[in-house]
């Protein structure tokens, strides 16, 4: 019997590849392998870098969820707060203002560091595997990304060897104070821009050269004017869209770039006024354009961070307490591989060995710079850019060994101004470690193209200056599971999504483990109080945190100590006031919590009898 189906008359055979497809086939794979030949050293270092990168933080795998990074795992829980609030995303929850924590006032997402940009980039993986897997690959991937980016811009915009560019690079995106920042900091360490910022701005001033432009005409055919408009109009636009990108990943880190770029725009004027008069108009231009251009992206979203519901326009930090001592310059990390612990005295803490360059390589740098001179107008530029920067990173008032001198320090000229209050002094320090870099990378350079002594000797000695640097892995730590209550999901059962919550003890700047409770439901439910910067000090001045309410310091105290306090009708009643007003559905308190069968006899006096759901105590209010 034959079959009914119809006959489609006009179908294509399948076609088969001939000898034109083999050959195209060929040539595309050696074109490739062309290119891969080409680059190789290049591949070869950015290799090099991610592997150094995942050797640094390999203590946060196999399983991120279950490790923490022990010298900051509070900053850690933040971080992996925030990376999931930027996450949601995705799931069309976002705004500069979320109320999923500090219910029911919120929090201003602008106000806080919350490295937007990277986790809506990273959104996918962090709704995949958890926010503890996308902080663990920010971790390696901003230091390893750092010295790529400084790599490619030594070696093709300054044109340096590539030796010389890669220890440059390396001091870059591994030195002592982005190891340091890498405890938790993931808006310092994420400086991966900066070099695109550097190269626009470069890019710009030649483009405003008017003799540059006739020096790189072709001979005999004249220069139209247009070329060089066109190149500033494009590095306008380019430098708008990257630093808009920067502020919604770590504003403190462009506001470094920014000041430590004047700085060196202001040598250079001065060094070279001809330059200067040449490129003022077009490099002015520019930069009006490009400024122009930025603040309409980012008008409204600073305007929030100031000005907008739960807003700051200060810092919380004490610029006199978080100020880089002198003798740190010339210590070494304890992080590094000559470190030693008793450098940790000389500043805040393990997050903030932002100098710590050690003295053999300022020596080296010095030399450096006093070597170059005043051949290279970048060297020049980058030597007082380094003063400067390392000079307010000593705050308002120097300090030497721990003791305050008495000396005023040149950042006493900047305090107290907008955005600069934002700004801990010991940071500024951070700009100097690419300004060290590229000094570096002068010099070797033009060691290794010349001959005699120095060929060998200026690279030998940076790189044995280099060498006490290396870092050493991060330390990490286990941390407890997040409570089967929240990782299964049984907490729908006490709360409906997008309500409140209230962990007992609750979060706190101190205490912020609750936390990766909402991020491990990808904040799927709403949290009082927190871990985050508020307007909650005097006359609206910025702070950690807000002001705990009764219940809140009464059950805190309950965790800390495990003394039961006597319950009475006010204290049920407050505890009811304090209830309404974050207006919570539920209150939870998970197995393993400090002084957990105290918690649970004084949340009984003040609720009645709970509900066992899962590993946790539930009382619905």
């Given at each position: 019997?034959?079959?009914?189906?119809?006959?489609?008359?006009?179908?294509?055979?399948?076609?088969?590849?001939?000898?034109?497809?083999?050959?195209?086939?060929?040539?595309?794979?050696?074109?490739?392998?062309?290119?891969?030949?080409?680059?190789?050293?290049?591949?070869?270092?950015?290799?090099?870098?991610?592997?150094?990168?995942?050797?640094?933080?390999?203590?946060?795998?196999?399983?991120?969820?279950?490790?923490?990074?022990?010298?900051?795992?509070?900053?850690?829980?933040?971080?992996?707060?925030?990376?999931?609030?930027?996450?949601?995303?995705?799931?069309?929850?976002?705004?500069?203002?979320?109320?999923?924590?500090?219910?029911?006032?919120?929090?201003?997402?602008?106000?806080?560091?919350?490295?937007?940009?990277?986790?809506?980039?990273?959104?996918?993986?962090?709704?995949?595997?958890?926010?503890?897997?996308?902080?663990?690959?920010?971790?390696?991937?901003?230091?390893?990304?750092?010295?790529?980016?400084?790599?490619?811009?030594?070696?093709?915009?300054?044109?340096?060897?590539?030796?010389?560019?890669?220890?440059?690079?390396?001091?870059?995106?591994?030195?002592p104070g982005m190891v340091s920042q890498t405890n938790s900091h993931l808006h310092m360490t994420a400086q991966w821009l900066v070099p695109v910022i550097v190269?626009?701005?470069?890019?710009?001033?030649?483009?405003?050269?008017?003799?540059?432009?006739?020096?790189?005409?072709?001979?005999?055919?004249?220069?139209?004017?247009?070329?060089?408009?066109?190149?500033i109009v494009s590095s306008a636009v380019g430098l708008a869209v990257t630093v808009s990108a920067q502020v919604f990943i770590g504003e403190e880190v462009l506001?470094?770039?920014?000041?430590?770029?004047?700085?060196?725009?202001?040598?250079?004027?001065?060094?070279?006024?001809?330059?200067?008069?040449?490129?003022?108009?077009?490099?002015?231009?520019?930069?009006?354009?490009?400024?122009?251009?930025?603040?309409?992206?980012?008008?409204?979203?600073?305007?929030?961070?100031?000005?907008?519901?739960?807003?700051?326009?200060?810092?919380?930090?004490?610029?006199?307490?978080?100020?880089?001592?002198?003798?740190?310059?010339?210590?070494?990390?304890?992080?590094?591989?000559?470190?030693?612990?008793?450098?940790?005295?000389?500043?805040?803490?393990p997050a903030e060995y932002n100098t710590f360059l050690g003295w053999p390589l300022l020596l080296v740098t010095v030399g450096c710079a006093v070597w170059l001179?005043?051949?290279?107008?970048?060297?020049?530029?980058?030597?007082?850019?380094?003063?400067?920067?390392?000079?307010?990173?000593?705050?308002?008032?120097?300090?030497?060994?721990?003791?305050?001198?008495?000396?005023?320090?040149?950042?006493?000229?900047?305090?107290?101004?907008?955005?600069?209050?934002?700004?801990?002094?010991?940071?500024?320090?951070?700009?100097?470690?690419?300004?060290?870099?590229?000094?570096?990378?002068?010099?070797?350079?033009?060691?290794?193209?010349?001959?005699?002594?120095?060929?060998?000797?200026?690279?030998?000695?940076?790189?044995?200056?280099?060498?006490?640097?290396?870092?050493?892995?991060?330390?990490?730590?286990?941390?407890?599971?997040?409570?089967?209550?929240?990782?299964?999901?049984?907490?729908?059962?006490?709360?409906?999504?997008?309500?409140?919550?209230?962990?007992?003890?609750?979060?706190?700047?101190?205490?912020?483990?609750?936390?990766?409770?909402?991020?491990?439901?990808?904040?799927?439910?709403?949290?009082?109080?927190?871990?985050?910067?508020?307007?909650?000090?005097?006359?609206?001045?910025?702070?950690?945190?807000?002001?705990?309410?009764?219940?809140?310091?009464?059950?805190?105290?309950?965790?800390?100590?495990?003394?039961?306090?006597?319950?009475?009708?006010?204290?049920?009643?407050?505890?009811?006031?304090?209830?309404?007003?974050?207006?919570?559905?539920?209150?939870?308190?998970?197995?393993?919590?400090?002084?957990?069968?105290?918690?649970?006899?004084?949340?009984?006096?003040?609720?009645?009898?709970?509900?066992?759901?899962?590993?946790?105590?539930?009382?619905?209010?």
């Amino acid at each position: 019997m034959s079959s009914a189906a119809p006959t489609a008359t006009d179908a294509e055979p399948e076609r088969i590849p001939g000898p034109a497809d083999r050959t195209a086939r060929r040539l595309r794979a050696a074109r490739i392998r062309a290119a891969l030949g080409r680059h190789r050293t290049d591949l070869v270092v950015a290799l090099f870098f991610a592997v150094s990168a995942g050797w640094l933080t390999h203590g946060l795998w196999p399983d991120p969820g279950a490790r923490t990074l022990a010298l900051n795992p509070a900053d850690q829980t933040l971080y992996e707060w925030f990376l999931t609030i930027d996450a949601r995303a995705l799931l069309g929850d976002f705004g500069l203002l979320t109320d999923r924590l500090n219910a029911p006032e919120g929090v201003n997402l602008m106000a806080n560091t919350t490295v937007i940009a990277l986790g809506i980039v990273l959104a996918p993986v962090t709704l995949m595997f958890g926010a503890p897997v996308t902080f663990a690959l920010l971790a390696a991937a901003n230091v390893a990304g750092t010295a790529i980016a400084w790599y490619l811009f030594f070696a093709r915009v300054l044109r340096a060897r590539r030796l010389a560019a890669g220890l440059g690079a390396g001091l870059c995106g591994f030195g002592p104070g982005m190891v340091s920042q890498t405890n938790s900091h993931l808006h310092m360490t994420a400086q991966w821009l900066v070099p695109v910022i550097v190269w626009l701005v470069v890019r710009l001033l030649h483009a405003a050269d008017p003799r540059r432009l006739r020096a790189a005409a072709p001979p005999g055919r004249a220069l139209r004017i247009g070329a060089d408009r066109r190149r500033i109009v494009s590095s306008a636009v380019g430098l708008a869209v990257t630093v808009s990108a920067q502020v919604f990943i770590g504003e403190e880190v462009l506001f470094l770039a920014a000041l430590t770029l004047l700085v060196m725009a202001m040598t250079c004027a001065v060094a070279d006024r001809d330059l200067a008069r040449r490129t003022l108009p077009g490099f002015a231009g520019g930069l009006a354009l490009a400024t122009g251009l930025a603040v309409l992206v980012l008008a409204y979203p600073l305007w929030f961070q100031f000005a907008g519901p739960q807003g700051v326009a200060d810092g919380v930090f004490n610029p006199r307490h978080f100020s880089a001592d002198l003798r740190s310059w010339w210590a070494i990390s304890p992080l590094s591989a000559a470190g030693s612990e008793r450098s940790a005295t000389l500043t805040t803490g393990p997050a903030e060995y932002n100098t710590f360059l050690g003295w053999p390589l300022l020596l080296v740098t010095v030399g450096c710079a006093v070597w170059l001179g005043r051949r290279r107008l970048a060297a020049l530029a980058c030597t007082v850019a380094a003063l400067v920067m390392a000079a307010l990173a000593l705050g308002p008032t120097v300090v030497l060994g721990g003791t305050r001198t008495g000396l005023p320090g040149p950042y006493i000229l900047l305090a107290g101004l907008p955005v600069v209050d934002g700004a801990l002094p010991m940071r500024f320090a951070l700009a100097v470690l690419p300004l060290v870099g590229a000094l570096l990378v002068l010099a070797v350079d033009r060691a290794l193209r010349g001959t005699g002594l120095t060929r060998r000797l200026v690279p030998a000695a940076v790189g044995v200056a280099l060498l006490p640097l290396v870092p050493t892995p991060l330390p990490t730590v286990e941390r407890p599971p997040v409570p089967e209550f929240v990782s299964g999901g049984h907490w729908r059962a006490c709360v409906e999504p997008g309500g409140v919550l209230v962990p007992v003890p609750l979060p706190s700047p101190k205490d912020p483990w609750p936390m990766r409770w909402a991020a491990a439901a990808d904040a799927a439910f709403r949290l009082p109080e927190g871990f985050f910067i508020g307007p909650y000090g005097r006359r609206g001045t910025a702070v950690f945190g807000n002001y705990p309410r009764p219940t809140s310091l009464l059950l805190a105290e309950v965790a800390r100590r495990g003394e039961r306090p006597v319950i009475g009708p006010e204290e049920r009643r407050q505890a009811a006031r304090d209830m309404e007003f974050w207006n919570a559905s539920c209150v939870a308190l998970a197995d393993g919590t400090p002084h957990a069968e105290s918690l649970r006899i004084t949340l009984e006096q003040l609720y009645g009898p709970g509900t066992r759901i899962a590993d946790a105590w539930t009382w619905r209010v």
